[in-house]
């Protein structure tokens, strides 16, 4: 992994954790999921709901489950559920089997079962679908699963380029056969972690912007988060209350 920094303490924090060789580090990279809430579900994310980590149940505690107000493609609202089973970012997914081939690794496939059964269990549970507002058992849904990371995609000796191509071809074969006709995810801990680069939005107020600046870009933030515009000039007797309460930046 390239060593970047984004000025993100949230990201450099995790890219840690997936880089550390001495220790697994599932239970400390799960927390950073509250930052990329809106990967884990298919459909537009509009609002969270209720999330839970190492959930209860008879066959075992899942990794994680969060339901959220989404949109669907046909532009209706609705709160639907994704169970998700994670392994840690030190994990191996893929494992060589043969030269040209690669099998899935033995936290990937203890890690497919779990998802199956935890899912299987939870979609007819009553106060589970009550906990995160769910009103059918349809719509508590397979998410995925967390596991690896870029380095440790497969666990064999390899040029990097044959590496690539085995892999990839892996991961066609059981999105093919097993994971998309059951709306299954398999994500790793790189992806998680890419997604946390976030460019700076045009309205973020910066060191330099002048009071006019500040303002129309508080102005923006406004009508974006209500969709209603201020009544009057945000230039104001309250301005800098309203500028500290939005940006959390001081005039």
């Known amino acids: ?25 599932e239970n400390e990279c799960r927390e950073y999921l509250q930052y990329v809430d809106f990967l884990l579900f298919r459909e ?3 609002k969270l709901v209720y999330k839970e980590k190492e959930y209860r149940a008879h066959s075992g505690d899942s990794d994680y489950i969060i339901s959220a107000r989404i949109l669907d493609d046909r532009g209706s609202e609705d709160v639907i559920a ?3 089973e994670l392994k ?24 497919e079962n779990q998802l199956l059964n935890y899912h299987h269990e939870l979609k007819g549970n009553d106060q589970v679908r009550e906990m995160f507002g769910i009103t059918h058992p349809d719509k508590i849904k397979l998410g995925g699963i967390i596991i690896g990371s870029e380095r440790t995609k497969v666990n064999g000796e390899f040029l990097e380029s044959k590496k690539d ?14 994971y998309i006709k ?3 995810r398999l994500m790793n801990w790189t992806y998680i972690l890419e997604n946390m680069k976030q460019p700076k939005r045009a309205d973020e107020v910066v060191e330099g912007d002048t009071k006019e600046v500040q303002a129309n870009k ?19 007797d309250s301005w800098e209350e309203q500028l500290k309460d939005i940006t959390g930046v001081d005039e």
């Not at 043969?98 to 936290?107: A, C, V």
Request: charged share 20%.
């Open 88 to 111: 840690a970012p030190q994990c191996y997914i893929f494992c060589k089997e043969r030269e040209n081939r690669l099998m899935p690794s033995n936290d990937l496939v203890k890690a």
């Open 44 to 46: 537009t994310f509009i």
């Open 218 to 236: 508080v102005e923006n933030v406004i009508v974006e988060n209500t969709g209603i515009p201020p009544a009057g000039s945000i230039i104001a």
């Open 82 to 84: 994704y169970v998700w």
């Open 165 to 178: 191509r085995l892999f990839n071809t892996a991961c066609q074969i059981r999105e093919n056969y097993f």
């Open 1 to 25: 992994m390239p060593n970047e920094s984004y000025n993100n303490p949230v990201y450099d924090q995790l890219k840690k954790l997936i880089e550390d060789q001495e220790h697994h580090r």
């Open 182 to 184: 059951n709306g299954f």
